[in-house]
């Protein structure tokens, strides 16, 4: 079964931090990108449509930390969040 996951990722961290979460996701940009797609491609459709989404915001969480600066980045969230299948 194919998907269309469409949102908006947000990450949360120290106001002090901002400016290093921001250099590190301009550095790694491509593993970023990489991340969030395999963890996505990865996902069953009963982790898609949990309303809070907890195991793939954990997966998500557990490889974007290292590239970000594994303390910076307390939380993540999601805004329009919505898949379909196509």
């Known amino acids: 079964l194919w998907v269309q996951v469409n949102f908006i990722l947000f990450a949360e961290g120290s106001s002090q931090d901002e400016n290093a979460i921001l250099a590190a996701c301009e550095r790694h940009r491509?593993?970023?990108?990489?991340?969030i797609i395999t963890v996505f491609r990865r996902a069953s459709i009963d982790e898609l449509s949990d309303n809070r989404w907890a195991a793939i915001k954990s997966k998500l969480i557990d490889r974007i930390r290292p590239l970000l600066g594994g303390y910076r980045v307390r939380q993540i969230f999601f805004n329009d969040f919505g898949w379909e299948p196509i």
Request: glycine residues 16%; negative net charge; proline residues 0%.
């Open 30 to 35: 491509g593993m970023l990108d990489d991340a």
